[in-house]
């Protein structure tokens, strides 16, 4: 019944290591999302894809991978991982890019030790 | 140019008061301004929102009103709950469909 799930919904991690986020939606959207909410809430995009196809890459450390295997799933690996990383990232979807509103999963709070 | 800038970053109100959120933006080429709401440990929701053709949307109990002139607009809600206790984010959308949002508000509602 979710229409944007998010694995997992925490995730604690020494510095160093590599983690991804898993995230999929049964809206049948085209677009998806990943954005990053920091310890003040401010909410910054990360990337965005459509179609599968990468649209949006801000300036984003290339330790962070998205991966869309297709529509429904997009993923987020991190290399590497630093203190700065420790978040909450949320997956989103939109019908296509054009087209709001952003459907937002619960977020994954990512905690770096 | 990409910013928008929002305030109060926190409101307290009763019952009943009606809280007001604003937002700047400087990019004119910004064509869809949403409102989105978040609760503790969810996600943001999209609440309302309000393209630069109209000056004023109203939803329930949540209006919009847009200044194009002044690159300004505002959420109000009308008789305000506790249960509308949250963050509320503003957003501008660029022209790649980007959502920029601005810092947050947290509203509080006291009974």
């Known amino acids: 019944d979710t229409a944007v799930s998010q694995t997992p919904k925490y995730l604690v991690t020494q510095m160093g290591n590599d983690k991804s986020i898993k995230c999929e939606q049964n809206?049948?959207?085209?677009?998806m999302y990943w954005y990053k909410q920091d310890s003040k809430k401010f909410l910054k995009i990360m990337f965005s894809?459509?179609?599968?196809?990468?649209?949006i890459n801000e300036t984003v450390p290339n330790r962070f991978s998205p991966k869309s295997p297709d529509k429904a799933h997009l993923n987020l690996h991190i290399n590497s991982l630093e203190l700065g990383d420790s978040a909450v990232y949320f997956c989103a979807s939109s019908q296509d890019l054009g087209n709001q509103p952003q459907h937002f999963g619960d977020g994954t709070r990512l905690s770096i030790l | 140019q990409q910013q928008v800038k929002q305030s109060p970053q926190s409101l307290i109100v009763q019952k009943g008061g009606i809280p007001i959120i604003n937002c700047a933006y400087e990019?004119?080429?910004?064509?869809?301004f949403p409102w989105y709401q978040q609760f503790p440990g969810k996600g943001p929701a999209l609440l309302i929102a309000?393209?630069?053709?109209?000056s004023e949307k109203k939803e329930g109990r949540f209006t919009i009103s847009f200044n194009k002139s002044a690159k300004q607009f505002s959420l109000h809600i009308m008789d305000s709950q506790p249960g509308d206790s949250a963050t509320y984010f503003c957003a501008a959308r660029g022209n790649t469909g980007k959502l920029i949002f601005g810092q947050g508000t947290t509203l509080q509602v006291k009974p």
């Open positions: 894809y459509n179609n599968k196809e990468l649209i």
């Open positions: 990019n004119t080429a910004f064509d869809y």
């Open positions: 809206l049948g959207h085209d677009t």
């Open positions: 309000i393209r630069p053709d109209v």
